[in-house]
């Protein structure tokens, strides 16, 4: 935490802390209460709902606990796992042999959490700066697309060069494109969620222009195909644990925990994120300061880009390996970016949590995860967005406690009564 806490000294009448102020508490104090009441109360009501069909929600988040792979950190065994770049084979007490189910499993969880890590710094970062970024998903997109474009070509490059560029160029073309709103909200004063929606189509349309039957980016082998070709083997991020073939754990999980690490940084440690946290805060108040206002949004909304563009970069270059108009047109990583943010309350440590939480949670109710005689698939794809709208919904239910609370005197409620002076007594 970089501010002091206090504890909450209580009213002035004598009366101990209230609970607007014991809540305002926890907020100063990192927030970590509301983001579990949060979680409790979705997957509480979302158990009612699967009560509801007739069947039983503890059996069904056991076996989404199981889907997730979680529970492998409880197989425990005397195995080893390959170093990648190395010969070198190091021994766990845990079972890494990805062709168990438990260990396929996690490593299919820890996919999902590193897109969704950096999707949801895209959101979080903006939110720093008091801009909602809705446009994650059109940057993710556009990431994406550069990225098997740059993969997918120069394919006599070396390994490290050819992914550092198609990163590279990911990353500025989500940059690009999230600056777009960054500049109409300082310039023009467009919303930004008004603006980032509108960007999330033109990406999607031009994703599927670009990928679809005759498109620029379409493979020439099967011109029926709606899909882009094969990034070149130079340009395939290395894989430490599990089959390639088979959607193997890749060194982007490591890219994805050092974003967070550079999300703390810049946000604590430079003077930039002192600037964008002050524009969150209080733009007017920065503004009187000397910061720039308009300015710290362009930026904001640029590296906002750059996370999201990165983790398109990482799924093509680390196990999709291409790209299809299908891929654009279902892809909802973007999205989910926003219910993580919004749960880690836009911090690092919460951010990362939150992205575990919710990938293990799309994983455990996929087709794939879930035992179908336990509760069916299809009905546990909408038991996920499901509880990701109750995230939502209830996120932001401790300010709504406060904001009525504020209101307590003026509406004559929890207001202790003087009794009236005697008569005659000095005032």
């Known amino acids: 935490m970089s ?12 009366m101990g802390p209230s609970v ?7 907020q100063r104090a990192g927030g970590i209460v509301t983001p579990i009441i949060t979680a409790l109360i979705a997957f509480f009501m979302g158990g009612l709902v699967v009560l509801a069909t007739g069947h039983n929600p503890f059996k069904t988040y056991k076996a989404i606990w199981d889907g997730t792979g979680l529970n492998w950190f409880f197989h425990f065994g005397h195995y080893h796992i390959d170093l990648p770049f190395t010969s070198h084979r190091v021994f766990f007490w845990w079972d890494t042999n990805s062709n168990a189910l438990a260990p396929y499993n996690l490593s299919q969880t820890l996919l999902l959490t590193t897109t969704l890590i950096l999707t949801g710094l895209a959101v979080a970062f903006a939110f720093r700066c008091g801009l909602f970024n809705i446009g994650g998903q059109g940057q993710y997109i556009t990431g ?4 098997v474009w740059v993969g997918s070509s120069w394919a006599g490059m070396a390994k490290g060069p050819h992914i550092f560029l198609a990163i590279l160029a990911a990353c500025l073309a ?6 777009v709103a960054g500049v109409l909200k300082a310039t023009v004063g467009a919303h930004e969620v008004i603006t980032t929606i509108m960007l999330n189509w033109i990406a999607y349309w031009v994703g599927s222009y670009a990928l679809g039957r005759g498109g620029p980016l379409q493979n020439k082998v099967d011109i029926s195909v709606p899909v882009s070709s094969d990034i070149a083997q130079s340009a395939k991020l290395p894989t430490f644990w599990g089959n390639p073939e088979l959607q193997a754990l890749h060194v982007g999980f490591f890219i994805a925990l050092g974003a967070l690490v550079v999300f703390w940084l810049i946000l604590n440690r430079t003077t930039l994120g002192y600037q964008v946290r002050a524009v969150g805060f209080n733009p007017e108040a920065a503004r009187y300061g000397g910061i720039s206002v308009a300015r710290n949004y362009i930026y904001a909304m ?33 999205f989910i970016g926003i219910a993580v943010a919004l749960l880690g309350r836009n911090t690092a440590v919460g951010v990362g949590l939150s992205a575990l939480l919710f990938g293990a949670l799309v994983n ?16 546990a794809g909408n038991l ?34 003087t009794p009236p002076a005697p008569t005659g007594a000095a005032t």
């Open 20 to 26: 607007a102020e014991r809540l305002a508490f926890y």
């Open 302 to 334: 640029a590296i906002s880009g750059v996370f999201a563009g990165l983790g398109g970069a990482i799924d093509i270059l680390g196990w999709q390996y291409r790209l299809g108009v299908l891929d654009i047109q279902v892809s909802n990583i973007g």
């Open 384 to 417: 996920t967005l499901m509880i990701q709208a109750l995230v939502l919904l209830f996120v932001g239910a401790d300010v709504l406690v406060l904001a009525i609370w504020s209101y307590r005197k003026k509406l004559g409620f929890g207001r202790k009564e």
């Open 3 to 14: 501010e002091n806490v206090e504890e909450p000294k209580g009213d002035p009448d004598g």
């Open 364 to 379: 455990g109710t996929s087709t794939r995860g879930l035992d179908p005689t336990v509760f069916p698939p299809t009905l």
């Open 144 to 147: 994406a697309i550069v990225a």
């Open 174 to 179: 989500g940059a690009a494109i999230a600056a």
